[in-house]
């Protein structure tokens, strides 16, 4: 079975599995995914510890919670010009009251570095916060009603681009008496969405939401808003249901410092777009340790941290992947080791400042990292998963000699066309973004299937232990019913689909 078939199966059956977790606190108890809305007594708090590497220069610990049900109250701003699978470019400025009301401010550029605007929409109407998503763990369900949406154009230019993509009727009713800096309304109550979704407009991202703190060792705060993500195939964005999460939005007033990204974008109104300052060109070097920033979520309930390495001299790398059932990545699954070669290739030709590449992997090596991982992987046929009836909990294995494992959709050796592209922080530090995953789980097998967005930037760690470290906190963690009856199953569908779309975390 192909890892796109294998994937889609697991998201269908996973809808259906019953499942618990408890809230421990100073009472624990055993707290069902909630069916109905929410009440005062189903606040809770995730908490971790964070800590990128153990270097000097970036010895920050970090205690991160999300609060279930989140906050949304104030507003929040992009903290760099955002890439969008086609690719789209584009800031966002989203302001919520505490009468459920929302207007966001979406500004659409012609380039990667958001200094050419091309339209501003305006997005007006009511947000619902219904139930914390027994899908994406640690996540809160929602639903939206838009009132309206107005739309302005920047340039000529932009109106002729906008109004090749738009049925006739769109554009005789609305684009061709838009005048530049003058707003105008594409959508109301009253009026269909034929023309939004003509556009590739959708603010299903808020159906999926996410409020984290970071508690710095210093005393600051910065508060980030994760929403839905947005599916990379564009003829499925307006129908998709979010399982993963965008790059995160940060509060104005707790945003990372310095940030001018965040005052030219809170600044900002539909006619007056944030232009973003040039920012410096960082020469793609590769060398080294790079790890996640954070616990990290993905499409179809995955929640991991990444570690790679790269030989440059030789053009060899290796990736180590740690999967969780957790979106504090608290509880450990099993962890996946790929190594093989890479080719770097020529500038993107659709994003400036990318660079493409080859991979290719010819080892994969799989730990068992609890019980109900090892029993899975116990059950597979002689000679077609490594070793069968010898896998322990924390005991590797090399799945190279079976040449993969046709179960969970992994072939060896494997070939993708991936995109990278590296950029400083706020503090100067090294970033690397690597090429988004298509939300259908299929894989970038070939040049058509190159990525045009990217997913959570990695960060350098260049001496010392590489690997981040996590504590928890006595704090009121979400954390799965040990011997519940439908752990069990839970672990086998989130490592299958995991393991299915296992490359799909460069």
């Known amino acids: 079975m192909s890892s796109g078939r294998l994937s889609h199966l697991l998201k269908g059956v996973l809808v259906l599995l019953p499942a618990a977790v408890i809230v421990a606190g100073t009472r624990s108890k055993l707290w069902e995914v909630p069916t109905g809305p929410f009440t005062s007594s189903s606040n809770q708090t995730e908490s971790l510890q964070w800590?990128?590497?153990?270097?000097?220069?970036?010895?920050?610990?970090?205690?991160?919670?999300?609060?279930?049900?989140?906050?949304?109250?104030?507003?929040w701003v992009s903290t760099r010009?955002?890439?969008?699978?086609?690719?789209?470019?584009?800031?966002?400025?989203?302001?919520?009251?505490?009468?459920?009301?929302?207007?966001?401010?979406?500004?659409?550029?012609?380039?990667?570095?958001?200094?050419?605007?091309?339209?501003?929409?305006?997005?007006?109407?009511?947000?619902?916060?219904?139930?914390?998503?027994?899908?994406?763990?640690?996540?809160t369900e929602a639903e939206h009603h838009l009132s309206r949406v107005g739309i302005v154009l920047h340039s000529?230019?932009?109106?002729?681009?906008?109004?090749?993509?738009?049925?006739?009727?769109?554009?005789?009713?609305?684009?061709?008496?838009?005048?530049?800096?003058?707003?105008?309304?594409?959508?109301?109550?009253?009026?269909?969405?034929a023309c939004l979704a003509a556009m590739g407009f959708s603010v299903a991202e808020m159906g999926l939401l996410r409020v984290e703190t970071q508690h710095h060792s210093h005393g600051g705060e910065v508060r980030e808003l994760f929403l839905g993500d947005i599916h990379t195939d564009w003829a499925q964005r307006t129908q998709h249901r979010p399982t993963g999460y965008q790059q995160p939005l940060q509060n104005?007033?707790?945003h990372i410092h310095p940030c001018p990204v965040c005052a030219?974008?809170?600044?900002?109104?539909?006619?007056?777009?944030?232009?973003?300052?040039?920012?410096?060109?960082?020469?793609?070097?590769?060398?080294?340790?790079?790890?996640?920033?954070r616990c990290e979520t993905r499409p179809n309930v995955l929640f991991l941290t990444r570690d790679f390495t790269f030989n440059p001299s030789q053009h060899v790398w290796e990736g180590v992947y740690r999967h969780y059932l957790d979106s504090a990545c608290s509880q450990p699954t099993f962890t996946l080791s790929a190594l093989g070669h890479y080719a770097q290739g020529n500038p993107s030709s659709k994003l400036s400042g990318a660079t493409e590449f080859v991979f290719k992997v010819t080892q994969v090596k799989v730990t068992a990292m609890d019980e109900s991982t090892a029993k899975l992987l116990n059950g597979t046929r002689p000679g077609k998963c490594g070793r069968a009836g010898d896998w322990r909990?924390?005991?590797?294995?090399?799945?190279?000699?079976?040449?993969?494992?046709p179960m969970l959709g992994i072939k060896l050796p494997h070939k993708e066309y991936e995109l990278f592209k590296m950029e400083l922080d706020h503090r100067k530090h090294l970033l690397l973004f690597t090429g988004e995953r298509p939300t259908d789980g299929s894989s970038p097998d070939r040049p058509l299937r190159r990525p045009?967005?990217?997913?959570?930037?990695?960060?350098?760690?260049?001496?010392?232990?590489?690997?981040?470290?996590?504590?928890?906190?006595?704090?009121?963690?979400?954390q799965l019913a040990s011997g519940t009856a439908g752990l069990e199953k839970l672990v086998l569908l989130v490592f299958g689909s995991a393991l299915c779309g296992w490359l799909g975390v460069y």
């Open 51 to 75: 800590e990128h590497c153990q270097y000097r220069h970036l010895k920050d610990r970090v205690r991160i919670t999300a609060d279930i049900p989140p906050r949304l109250d104030g507003t």
């Open 81 to 139: 010009c955002e890439v969008r699978p086609g690719p789209e470019f584009l800031t966002r400025s989203y302001t919520f009251h505490s009468h459920r009301h929302f207007q966001a401010l979406q500004h659409y550029y012609t380039e990667s570095s958001c200094e050419d605007p091309a339209y501003s929409l305006t997005i007006r109407g009511k947000i619902r916060l219904l139930q914390a998503s027994w899908i994406t763990r640690g996540a």
């Open 156 to 193: 000529v230019a932009a109106k002729q681009r906008l109004a090749s993509r738009l049925p006739p009727a769109c554009v005789s009713l609305s684009i061709s008496e838009a005048v530049p800096g003058k707003p105008y309304e594409l959508y109301n109550s009253r009026a269909g969405r």
């Open 252 to 254: 104005a007033m707790h």
């Open 264 to 293: 030219l974008v809170y600044r900002s109104s539909e006619q007056r777009p944030p232009v973003l300052p040039r920012a410096p060109a960082v020469p793609l070097s590769l060398a080294g340790h790079w790890v996640s920033q």
């Open 393 to 405: 909990v924390g005991v590797e294995q090399d799945l190279t000699p079976t040449n993969g494992c």
């Open 452 to 478: 045009t967005s990217f997913q959570a930037p990695m960060v350098l760690c260049s001496e010392g232990e590489t690997r981040p470290s996590f504590s928890t906190f006595n704090s009121k963690q979400v």
